[in-house]
């Protein structure tokens, strides 16, 4: 027996009067919700206001949904954010359709419909970009992919690792460049089913590994430990909590490729991992957000 179609689905819009906030917003509240959970549409007015929509498959959690608009756009923004119903669409279908392929030195991340239109030499990640963590289409995985490529073009890493995977896209872009195995984790396990599933469709899937993992918690981290390299986009807290795990975890000389972060965020993570004998090798903004890329030291310390 098969359940009835929805009737309608759940709202949550507000205004903000410039692009960089839009762009902040609309970023954070695509890398903050779960596979398929939402659509998140932004559109300048004509009054020149932009307009922020997210559309909800079941009602959301109202007071989450303003904290999160209040981290990149303010308590007062928060304040002005409606929730209501509007007639069933697919939302995330039509709100997706309308992605175009993003660009990041070799790497295109593109969805289906834009398959016939790519370079031929160019690294192809097919990515349906629903709403799991990372998708091409905002400045954090723009930066980690435009970082990625510039270390592959000096440097061979034999151990990868993908912490806090998503979608997988970070797992996959080293794993067609390298050809040659990377290890995906996340602590969502519904990330793991869908980032396995995009490395086969990718034609990655013999290798990557996804696995769950809450952390380095995972026995196969332990087993491949220590990494060369380490790509890590996620959120600015878990990123400095990280700082120690990421060290023990890391060989030495090893890279770091963290994002997820605010820029006003970026100096506290990088106090952070310096304190921990990081050193600062590159800092991409894109829209608001950072992308890092920094060594461990050579000689190893005490931690």
Not at 1 to 17: D, E, G, W
Not at 192 to 218: C, D, E, H, L
């Amino acid at each position: 027996m098969t359940s009835a179609p929805a009737s309608k689905t759940y709202r949550a819009s507000f205004a903000l009067r410039d692009e960089a906030t839009a762009r902040r917003v609309s970023d954070l509240l695509t890398e903050s919700l779960f596979e398929g959970e939402a659509a998140v549409a932004a559109f300048e007015g004509e009054s020149g206001c932009w307009n922020i929509t997210v559309h909800f498959a079941q009602a959301p959690e109202e007071r989450a949904i303003r904290d999160l608009v209040a981290l990149a756009a303010g308590e007062e923004t928060a304040k002005t954010v409606r929730f209501d119903t509007v007639e069933f669409r697919d939302w995330v279908k039509a709100t997706l359709a309308e992605l175009v392929p993003v660009h990041a030195g070799r790497f295109v991340v593109h969805g289906a419909h834009d398959r016939a239109r790519l370079a031929p030499n160019s690294v192809s990640l097919e990515i349906e970009a629903a709403l799991a963590f990372g998708t091409g289409h905002h400045g954090t995985t723009r930066g980690c992919l435009l970082l990625l490529d510039s270390v592959l073009k000096a440097w061979r890493p034999r151990r990868v690792l993908d912490l806090g995977t998503g979608t997988g896209v970070l797992a996959i872009a080293a794993a067609k460049a390298l050809h040659d195995s990377v290890l995906a984790t996340d602590i969502d396990a519904q990330s793991v089913r869908i980032a396995a599933n995009n490395a086969r469709q990718n034609g990655a899937g013999p290798w990557v590994k996804a696995v769950p993992a809450n952390g380095f918690s995972a026995a196969e981290i332990r087993r491949r430990r220590p990494f060369d390299l380490i790509l890590a986009n996620i959120l600015a807290n878990p990123l400095r909590q990280m700082a120690t795990a990421m060290a023990r975890h890391l060989a030495p000389g090893g890279l770091l490729i963290l994002s997820g972060l605010l820029s006003p965020q970026a100096a506290s993570v990088i106090a952070a991992y310096r304190a921990r004998g990081f050193v600062l090798k590159s800092h991409i903004r894109i829209e608001g957000w950072s992308s890092l890329l920094l060594r461990k030291a050579r000689q190893l310390t005490s931690s």
